[in-house]
C-alpha cells in the first residue's frame, strides 16, 4: 500500500472506532473528569499520541501492513466488545465499561498494526501499551487498589511516628498516638497522587532510559514511594496538629497540601532516573569510514 493510503486507512478505521464506541468513550472522560480516582485518565491519550509524533520520523521507514495480525487484533476487539453487550445483565457497569474500553484499545492497535505492520509497532511499544491504561479500572479492582493504599499508608505512618520514639497503636487503618487518633479513610488514601505519580514515572523512565530492566526498577519505585508520601504527609499533619495548631488537622495542608508531598516523591523519583541513567553504558559511536585516495608520487 502507499503511504498515504495506509495513513487514510488507519484514520478511517480510528474515526469509525470512535463512532462506534463514543457512548463508552464518552463515559470513561466523563468519569475522569469528575472522579479524582480516575484523574489520570485524562493524560493518557495525549501523552501516548505525543510519544508516537515524536518518534514518528525514525520508524515510519520500517513500515510494511501486516494484514493477518491486524485483521485478528480487529476481530479479537470486536469478539470482545460483542461479549461485553451480551453479558450486560450479568455485569455491572463499570466493568462493562472496563470490557469496552480495552476493546477500543485492542481494535486501536490491530488498525495500528494492519496499516503500519509490525516493526513500527515494535519501536513504539511503550506508547501504544500505554493506551492500556485508558482501560478504567473496575470497582472491584480499584476498591482492592485503595484498600491496600490504606493499609500501605497506615503502616508507612506508623513507621514515621516509631522513627520519631512516638508511642503508637494501631488498629487496621487507625493510628492512636498520645491526644489524637488518626484514621486513613479511604478519602486519605491517596489514590489520585499515586495514579499520577505511576503515570508520570512510567513516562519519565521511557523518556530517559534505554534499559527495560532499569525502567522496570524506576516504575516498582514508585508503587513504594506513593506510599512513603502518603505516611509522610499523614505524619506530618498529626504532628502540626498536636506539637503547633489544631487547626492543621482539618486546614488547608489536609485539603489541598498533597502537591506538595507528590513534589517530592517525583523529585525522589528524578534522583533515581538520573544516577540510572548515568550507569548506562553509552551507544558506541558510528566510526566514520574514509576511503584513502591513493596520492600520485610527486
Known amino acids: 500500500m502507499a503511504k498515504r493510503t495506509t495513513q487514510l486507512m488507519f484514520l478511517l478505521l480510528c474515526v469509525a472506532s470512535a463512532l462506534a464506541a463514543w457512548r463508552p468513550l464518552s463515559e470513561t472522560f466523563s468519569l475522569a473528569w469528575r472522579d479524582e480516582q480516575y484523574t489520570h485518565l485524562l493524560l493518557i491519550l495525549p501523552i501516548a499520541f505525543a510519544l508516537i509524533l515524536v ?44 470490557a469496552s474500553m480495552f476493546a477500543l484499545v485492542v481494535w486501536w492497535l490491530g488498525a495500528f498494526v494492519l496499516c503500519f505492520g509490525t516493526a513500527v509497532a515494535r519501536s513504539l511499544f511503550f506508547p501504544l501499551a500505554f493506551l ?23 503502616f508507612a505512618t506508623g513507621l514515621f511516628f516509631q522513627a520519631c520514639g512516638i508511642p503508637v497503636a494501631q488498629d487496621g487503618v487507625r ?74 488537622l482539618t486546614g488547608r495542608l489536609h485539603r489541598q497540601g498533597g502537591v506538595a508531598f507528590f513534589l517530592m516523591a517525583l523529585g525522589a523519583i528524578a534522583v533515581l532516573l538520573w544516577f540510572l541513567h548515568r550507569k548506562e553504558p553509552r551507544p558506541a559511536p558510528i566510526a566514520s569510514t574514509s576511503t584513502a585516495v591513493p596520492q600520485a608520487p610527486g
Open 132 to 154: 492500556f491504561v485508558l482501560v478504567p479500572f473496575p470497582l472491584f479492582l480499584l476498591n482492592w487498589v485503595v484498600s491496600q493504599l490504606q493499609h500501605g499508608s497506615t
Open 55 to 98: 518518534e514518528w520520523r525514525s520508524v515510519r521507514s520500517l513500515s510494511k501492513p501486516n494484514f493477518r495480525l491486524g485483521v485478528s487484533l480487529l476481530l479479537f476487539s470486536l469478539l470482545v466488545a460483542t461479549l461485553a453487550k451480551l453479558l450486560a445483565a450479568q455485569l455491572h457497569s463499570d466493568e462493562q465499561l472496563s
Open 175 to 248: 493510628l492512636t498516638i498520645p491526644g489524637l487518633t488518626v484514621e486513613v479513610a479511604e478519602e486519605c488514601s491517596s489514590i489520585r497522587s499515586s495514579s499520577m505519580l505511576l503515570v508520570t514515572t512510567m513516562v519519565l523512565a521511557h523518556i530517559w532510559l534505554r534499559s527495560r530492566w532499569r525502567k522496570a526498577l524506576v516504575v516498582a519505585a514508585a508503587i513504594p514511594l506513593a506510599i512513603a508520601k502518603n505516611g509522610l504527609r499523614i505524619f506530618t499533619i498529626a504532628m502540626l496538629g498536636t506539637r503547633v495548631d489544631p487547626g492543621f
